[in-house]
């Protein structure tokens, strides 16, 4: 139950359920993640994909069955879930960064707080990952003064600099101008490249082509197909995913 | 009208000493009753909207009990009750201080608690209007609750709160007034010892009244000063209209 190694999965999800009042979000979902796997995750809004990948850091609490991350099991022990946090990064639709910290602030508070790095290992640590993400001359500016796929690629090299094992994305260019949309793609694919372990919850279907060992397509709380991007796009099963895949793929 | 200042009291003193002394009281209790009064302020609002319902009720009980107790009542319970609730020698030795000390200690802390109720709620509306995902960015970094309160949720609070506890430092301020109640020589006391010595009440309040204006305009720049100081950068000021009455401490040609 302790260290994993490349055998094991970096995340399994076993029966998961998740309920807000009566309105059931996920409806004992299954999903185990590989070391390295890119796993797209995809459906109509409402359909319980972002719960899905909230739930693997705890940013929501599943109400029953198991979730193992990096073998730790999620329960409400405090310390368990910090650790669990310290190896899954996760960017946000709508970035979050802090705004009253510098770019270098945003990226160097938690690595020097939660992983006890010295300032100047923080800092280093900071402008080799913004220097990856195309943004090291902004590192001084505030993310006010940013455009949103600039503060969008800083929040993942925000993310970045803890050198998690699995990135979490939920919906990332969602909230972008169009524009906008091709920076953050190019990021994402960058680390995907390098063998970054990753699940993302994206409309970008291009994208899911793109990078994706697994596509998993949700609808009312359950994962109702998933399969490699070939089988997906090409000759999906479920006469769900096929009505979903006709309104996005345009 | 002002001629009383420059007449000499029993003691042999200006007048306009005695008002100068006063507004040294003034602003002594103002100024370290309003760090008193931030301290708790931020403390008991962190805790107002802690996760543990201990604490959450500890600091509603706080607020509610300094917020709903009129001033001047606090002000005859730390003067006149406490000393009669602690231990008999504890008890004996504050009544003993000596002047101005006996009167001053109990109103900085009346003043100080009651100010931080007020702020305390201003801190917690500020936690409160945060947007949500900066709390949840905070822990998907792994940060503790406590820094996460530390250095993301409370900055960015205490930024937007600016403007109305502008309106707290106000309050402090003009409250000291009270703690004349309890024989401490502070502006008002001392304008109305000039009145009663020289029978020229009008001049003597409106010395004190001039003083209490002056200073509330300082106070208010002061606060635009800390405002601009601390805004961040990219973000939309919060900035209230200048009224020209203010221009009075303002750049030249702003208006």
Known sequence: MNQSNANTNVVEMIDVCKRYGTFEALKKVNLSVRKGERIIICGPSGSGKSTLIRCINRIEQHDAGSIVVEGQELTGAERDIAKVRREVGMVFQSFNLFPHLTILENCT?????????????????????????????????????????????????????????????????????????????????????????????????????????????????????????????????????????????? | MFDVLFQRGFDGRLYLEWLLSGLGWTLALAFIGWWIAFAIGVLVGVGRTSKSRVIAALSRLYVEIFRNIPVLVQMFLWYFVLPELLPTGLGTWVKQLPPPWGAFFPAL????????????????????????????????????????????????????????????????????????????????????????????????????TIIYLLLALVAYRLMLWIDAKYHIPGTSPSKPARKPLFGLFGKRGAA
């Open chain 1, 109 to 250: 508070l938690a690595p020097r707080r939660a992983r006890g790095l010295s300032k100047a290992e923080a800092e280093d640590r900071a402008m080799h990952y913004l220097s990856k993400v195309r943004i090291p001359d902004q590192a001084k500016k505030y993310p006010g003064q940013l455009s949103g796929g600039q503060q969008q690629r800083v929040a993942i090299a925000r993310a970045l600099c803890m050198e998690p094992r699995v990135m979490l994305f939920d919906e990332p260019t969602s909230a972008l101008d169009p524009e906008m949309v091709k920076e953050v793609l190019d990021t994402m694919i960058g680390l995907a490249e390098e063998g970054m372990t990753m699940l993302c919850v994206t409309h970008e279907m291009g994208f899911a082509k793109q990078v994706a060992d697994r596509v998993v397509f949700m609808d009312g709380g359950q994962k109702i197909e998933e399969a490699d991007p070939q089988t997906f796009f090409g000759a999906p099963e479920n006469d769900r995913t096929r009505a979903f895949l006709q309104q996005v793929l345009h």
């Open chain 2, 109 to 208: 802390l009346c003043l100080g608690t009651y100010t931080a109720a007020r702020v305390a709620e201003q801190v917690r509306a500020g936690i409160e209007a945060l947007p949500q995902g900066q709390e949840e960015a905070a822990a998907a970094l792994g940060l503790s609750q406590l820094d996460t309160r530390r250095f993301v949720v409370v900055p960015q609070a205490l930024r937007l709160i600016i403007p109305s506890l502008t309106s707290e430092v106000m309050g402090i301020y003009k409250n000291t007034s009270v703690a004349l109640t309890i024989g401490l020589l502070e502006l008002t006391a001392q304008a109305r010892q000039i009145s009663e010595n020289t029978f020229q009440t009008f001049g003597a309040f409106a010395s004190a």
